[in-house]
C-alpha cells in the first residue's frame, strides 16, 4: 500500500507562484511513476503532469506548459510540483497519484492506483 500526502496549496493572487510536495510512503519511492491532476468545482478530474520514476520522461497539460514544472527526488520520497505565473483558472484541488506498475503513466488517470487526499490551491484576481 501506498500512501501520498500533498501539502503546499494556499490562497494567492494572479501571477504569483506555489509549491506543491507529496510525500510517499509504503513503498520504494524509485518504483512509483507520479503525476499530478486537478479538479475544479463541478468539473472533472484532468490531467496536470507527470513524470517517470527515474525522473527522466515528463509530460505537461496544454494549459500549464512553460509555467508548472514537476521534479521528484527519489532520495527524499518526494515529487514537487513547482507553480508560476499562477492564473484564476488554475484554482482546483490538486491531487498527488502514484502508479507501481509503469516506468511512466502519463495522463492517464487510470492508470494510477493510489491518490492522495488532495490539496486546495485558489488563485484570485
Known amino acids: 500500500q501506498v500512501q501520498l500526502v500533498e501539502s503546499g496549496g494556499g490562497l494567492v493572487q494572479a501571477g504569483a507562484s506555489l509549491r506543491l510536495s507529496c510525500a510517499a510512503s509504503?513503498?520504494?519511492?524509485?518504483?512509483?511513476?507520479m503525476g499530478w491532476f486537478r479538479q475544479a468545482p463541478g468539473k472533472e478530474r484532468v490531467f496536470v503532469a507527470a513524470i517517470s520514476r527515474s525522473g527522466g520522461s515528463n509530460e505537461y497539460a496544454d494549459s500549464v506548459k512553460g509555467r508548472f514544472i514537476i521534479s521528484r527526488d527519489n532520495n527524499k520520497n518526494t515529487v514537487v510540483l513547482l507553480m508560476n505565473s499562477l492564473k484564476p483558472e488554475d484554482t482546483a484541488v490538486y491531487y498527488c497519484?502514484?502508479?507501481?506498475?509503469?516506468?511512466?503513466?502519463?495522463?492517464?488517470?487510470?492508470?494510477?492506483?493510489?491518490w492522495g487526499q488532495g490539496t486546495q490551491v485558489t488563485v484570485s484576481s
Open positions: 509504503g513503498r520504494t519511492f524509485s518504483s512509483l511513476a
Open positions: 497519484a502514484a502508479d507501481p506498475n509503469r516506468y511512466y503513466s502519463g495522463a492517464y488517470p487510470t492508470n494510477y492506483a493510489y
